[in-house]
T-cell receptor, first 113, second 112 residues
Framework: DSGVTQTPKHLITATGQRVTLRCSPRSGDLSVYWYQQSLDQGLQFLIQYYNGEERAKGNILERFSAQQFPDLHSELNLSSLELGDSALYFC????????????FGPGTRLTVL | EDQVTQSPEALRLQEGESSSLNCSYTVSGLRGLFWYRQDPGKGPEFLFTLYSAGEEKEKERLKATLTKKESFLHITAPKPEDSATYLCAVQGRGDRDDKIIFGKGTRLHILP
């Protein structure tokens, strides 16, 4: 158990809908990262927040947005969902905003029908 | 273009048969190279961080090494419980933000 929690574990929705994924980092960690993992693309970095501020942006679509709240939990919002958005979404946390190890949560499996 | 390439894609070994996994990378301004282990349906689990060429790290049957162009994950006398996908990732300096790039992984299967 990494100490990172993600909810929900599974999410099934329809195209065009909007969903919110939630992540609570390990106690004391200030950075939260979001990743998308699909069979053909592997693990893709989406975005990083550090202590409430956006720190780095990866391959995040404009239909996706994220935020980190004062209690350091984070939410990833996915809108206008398409079939291709079906994937495992992982959240990870680390102690600082720098270049150190990340601890991954168990993931949310999103299925768009 | 920044990229991370892992080879082989899949590897089957007999228990006790040592081998190495390769991670070749091209990235501007390497900040760190990371190895993770991922079991099916679970999140990646951190193994090692390497920051500069020549650095080595060890943990049980695993040893990671780094050069300016690639990293190796050496597995000595593996056991069936070492079966997993091993992911390599690099963090590098981008135009605006640092970039984090993962390879597609090596699926390792250890036969008893």
């Amino acid at each position: 158990d990494s100490g990172v929690t993600q909810t929900p574990k599974h999410l099934i929705t329809a195209t065009g809908q909007r969903v919110t994924l939630r992540c609570s980092p390990r106690s004391g960690d200030l950075s939260v990262y979001w990743y998308q993992q699909s069979l053909d693309q592997g693990l893709q970095f989406l975005i990083q927040y550090y202590n409430g501020e956006e720190r780095a942006k990866g391959n995040i679509l404009e239909r996706f947005s994220a935020q980190q709240f004062p209690d350091l939990h984070s939410e990833l919002n996915l809108s206008s969902l398409e079939l291709g958005d079906s994937a495992l979404y992982f959240c990870a946390s680390s102690t600082s905003g720098g270049y150190n190890e990340q601890f991954f949560g168990p993931g949310t499996r999103l299925t768009v029908l | 273009e920044d990229q991370v390439t892992q080879s082989p894609e899949a590897l089957r070994l007999q228990e006790g048969e040592s081998s190495s996994l390769n991670c070749s990378y091209t990235v501007s301004g390497l900040r760190g190279l990371f190895w993770y282990r991922q079991d099916p349906g679970k999140g990646p689990e951190f193994l090692f961080t390497l920051y500069s060429a020549g650095e080595e790290k060890e943990k049980e049957r695993l040893k990671a090494t780094l050069t300016k162009k690639e990293s190796f994950l050496h597995i000595t006398a593996p056991k069936p419980e070492d079966s997993a996908t091993y992911l390599c990732a690099v963090q590098g300096r981008g135009d605006r933000d640092d970039k984090i790039i993962f390879g597609k992984g090596t699926r390792l299967h250890i036969l008893p």
